[in-house]
T-cell receptor, first 116, second 111 residues
């Protein structure tokens, strides 16, 4: 009964390649997120979708493109991968209104991306 | 400059010792959360504090929200190896509708 799942768990690829990470949540939440955690463990939000609509787009390069086919899925596609893209990427979900009131955000297990 | 400053960044202690982790900001928050992240996993919520001066206890963990709602602390009594992990504080930013995280405290408890 995984709440937030991501695939793949590990991704090793060459510079310049294009790759995708998939995320699914079965919690019935209306909002999904992508975070990047760097080597110093700092967790920074990249994107957020509420009911399939983009609501947060931090200063992320255009090479990163999120896609939400439905409320339960938020995928992340990365074009022309660079060395600096190496990090752990976390998907998360929540009810936006509950989050604003101190509610919980649920995280997936992460995808460790290594760009060689 | 980060919105939430956590200290210390790294803590290595012996089993049975006590410790305190701090999360400070110059901003006022309506609530503040603490998450714990184990290696290879995503962060998991430990607690949410919403009232200035509030104290919450979770077994050996005690969380406090500052009176002015600008800071918080996490105190662990008699730490155990199972407490090892990354502890993150987070606050909800109404401007942007997002959670902002501190840089985290890596705790290692040696047996």
């Amino acid at each position: 009964d995984t709440a937030v799942s991501q695939t793949p768990k590990y991704l090793v690829t060459q510079m310049g390649n294009d790759k995708s990470i998939k995320c699914e949540q079965n919690l019935g939440h209306d909002t999904m997120y992508w975070y990047k955690q760097d080597s110093k463990k700092f967790l920074k939000i990249m994107f957020s979708y509420n009911n399939k609509e983009l609501i947060i787009n931090e200063t992320v390069p255009n090479r990163f493109s999120p896609k939400s086919p439905d409320k339960a899925h938020l995928n992340l596609h990365i074009n022309s991968l660079e060395l600096g893209d190496s990090a752990v990427y976390f998907c998360a979900s929540s009810h936006l209104k509950r989050l604003a009131g101190g509610g919980e955000q649920f995280f997936g297990p992460g995808t460790r991306l290594t760009v060689l | 400059t980060q919105l939430l400053e956590q200290s210390p960044q790294f803590l290595s202690i012996q089993e049975g010792e006590n410790l305190t982790v701090y999360c400070n900001s110059s901003s006022v928050f309506s609530s503040l959360q603490w998450y714990r992240q184990e290696p290879g996993e995503g962060p998991v919520l430990l607690v949410t504090v919403v009232t200035g001066g509030e104290v919450k206890k979770l077994k050996r963990l005690t969380f406090q929200f500052g009176d002015a709602r600008k800071d918080s602390s996490l105190h662990i009594t008699a730490a155990q190896p199972g407490d090892t992990g990354l502890y993150l504080c987070a606050a909800f930013m109404e401007y942007g509708n997002k959670l902002v995280f501190g840089a985290g405290t890596i705790l290692r408890v040696k047996s």
